[in-house]
């Protein structure tokens, strides 16, 4: 038995792609400097590999726009807040759903409350989509942004997302996307979709570390700063510079976050062209980096789906068991949430992780409406379990014989 068996990948990725370790350590080691804040070799060796990061970045999300637009934050939290904060003033009206991530629901609550900006809450249907329809439906002239959660935490639901884009276009509103759990799963079109702002966490799909995530800002819409300080260029300007990305990356940056990204995006494109070749695909060699990302996400997210199939078809043999969203889910990425009839909550939590080595999470996962409307408030929420790319089919056992064995009794 393992003394781990991860199945919270929906929290953070891990264990990552062994190259992610290497490469923060050796890098750290060997060139730990203020990238971009002196003229030396070493400081310009390592902001030559945060720019490379964006360049990938800016092509694994078919951005075509200037890569300096990547724009570095905290996490996945931090980007919403700033992408949010940097579009809406007071009087403007923000159309969002009940599926957000508290990144969203508490940024725009407390601006709800304390800056006069005006909510519509678009509801999901049961099964935990949301209808393109009732955005449009919502839009006013006020209307300055639409901020919607790409897939949920909780129940895995993933949205129609190039129908609200078109949505969005069509009404000339900014559309911001939570990609915090589609990205690194599912290929997210930039370009096509005419997204204004994407905002992702490095430490999830995107297998890099905690503490480094970023936004994609499309030429379509301009951020203002709320976060002011040195940025190592244009320092005799006592304001904060315009050009992106030191407009919204004020401080230093983190490097080995950073260079845990890019070996990521190395390992996704190698793990591509593996997928590319096993398909037969002509001209692997002359494909894209983002190309050929496309086809790791694709592999990752099929084995993903697979395992997350898995583990509902065990679930469902249950009675007592309640799976969110139910059996109608058909776009999902591998996160599924369920309650059990007569055992609370944090029981099957406490079982599986004492009695079991499961690390799984008990609880309302940071989107409270979810559990409102889902009518879980009150049993303290749900199981959620997120398995990832690198779950085993030891883990798989484990879980398995786990769940038979709790809900048996
Ligand atoms: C849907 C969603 N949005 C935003 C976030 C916030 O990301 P971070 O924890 O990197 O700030 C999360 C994290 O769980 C999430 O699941």
């Not at 935490?153 to 915090?180: F, H």
Request: glycine residues 10%; proline residues 5%; hydrophobic residues 40%.
């Amino acid at each position: 038995m393992k003394e781990n068996a991860y199945f919270d990948n929906a929290a953070t990725t891990w264990p990552k792609p062994e190259p992610v370790y290497e490469f923060m350590d050796s890098f750290f080691r060997s060139h730990g400097v203020n990238p971009g804040r002196s003229g030396s070799l070493l400081a310009v060796e390592a902001e030559q590999m945060i720019t490379k990061t964006r360049s990938m970045l800016a092509q694994f999300f078919n951005f075509s726009g200037p890569s300096n637009r990547v724009v570095f934050t905290l996490n996945g939290t931090d980007a919403l807040n700033q992408a949010i904060a940097g579009l809406v003033r007071p009087g403007d009206h923000v159309i969002t759903t009940r599926l957000e991530h508290n990144a969203v629901l508490r940024t725009m609550n407390h601006m709800e409350r304390d800056l006069g900006i005006s909510v519509s809450r678009v509801s999901p249907n049961d099964a935990g989509y949301i209808n393109p329809e009732e955005i449009a439906a919502n839009i006013s002239d006020d209307t300055r942004a639409i901020v919607v959660n790409h897939a949920s935490n909780v129940i895995g639901t993933v949205q129609p997302l190039r129908e609200i884009a078109d949505i969005a276009r069509a009404a000339g509103i900014p559309l911001i996307v939570d990609a915090a759990q589609t990205a690194g799963v599912l290929p997210i079109d930039m370009d096509a979709l005419g997204i204004s702002v994407l905002t992702f966490p490095g430490h999830k799909g995107l297998f890099g570390p905690m503490g480094v995530g970023g936004m994609i800002v499309s030429e379509s819409v301009d951020l203002t700063p709320h976060r002011f300080g040195g940025t190592g260029v244009d320092s005799i300007s006592t304001y904060q510079p315009d050009a992106y990305p030191y407009r919204l990356e004020a401080g230093t940056v983190s490097l080995p976050g950073i260079a845990g990204l890019h070996a990521a995006q190395l390992w996704f494109r190698e793990l591509g062209i593996r997928c590319a070749t096993l398909l037969n695909v002509d001209g692997v060699d002359s494909l894209s980096h983002g190309a050929l990302c496309r086809y790791a996400m694709m592999h990752i997210h099929e084995i993903e789906v697979s395992h997350i199939e898995r583990i509902e078809s065990v679930l469902n043999r249950y009675d007592a068991v309640t799976v969110l969203g139910g059996a109608t889910r058909k776009a999902r990425v591998a996160t599924l949430s369920f309650t059990v009839e007569g055992i609370a909550t944090a029981q099957v939590a406490d079982q599986l992780d004492a009695d079991h080595q499961i690390c799984a999470r008990a609880g309302l996962q940071c989107a409270p409406l979810v559990h409102v409307d889902a009518g879980t408030v009150e049993g303290g929420g749900t199981i959620r379990l997120s398995p990832g790319f690198f779950t085993d089919e030891e883990d798989m056992q484990q879980l398995i014989e786990a769940l038979e064995d709790i809900l048996a009794t």
